[in-house]
């Protein structure tokens, strides 16, 4: 992923994936499907926070997330 995000010609990446912890680390913004349809689009770290959407769509809170939204907490 760092050698794909290093690359000067390159303006987007796509990639589709189940691993949380690699939206986090490297993406600016998720969209999330369920049964084929998009039911949020946004950066990781907001769209990732609900966990409602996330028990919607069979996904699981992280270590990293759980980290990541502790300290924006305790940040904000």
């Known amino acids: 992923m760092e050698y794909l995000r290093s690359l000067p010609t390159l303006d987007a ?10 939206a986090l680390r490297f993406t ?5 499907l369920k049964d ?4 949020a689009d946004g950066p990781p ?9 996330l028990d919607a769509c069979n996904l699981r809170p992280t270590s990293l ?3 990541l939204l502790a300290t924006q907490n305790a940040i904000a």
Not at 13 to 22: E, W, Y
């Open 13 to 22: 990446l796509l990639f589709i994936t189940h691993d949380l912890d690699l």
């Open 28 to 32: 600016h913004r998720v969209l999330l």
């Open 36 to 39: 084929g349809k998009l039911v």
């Open 45 to 53: 770290l907001q769209v990732l926070a609900d966990p409602t959407l």
């Open 65 to 67: 997330l759980r980290h």
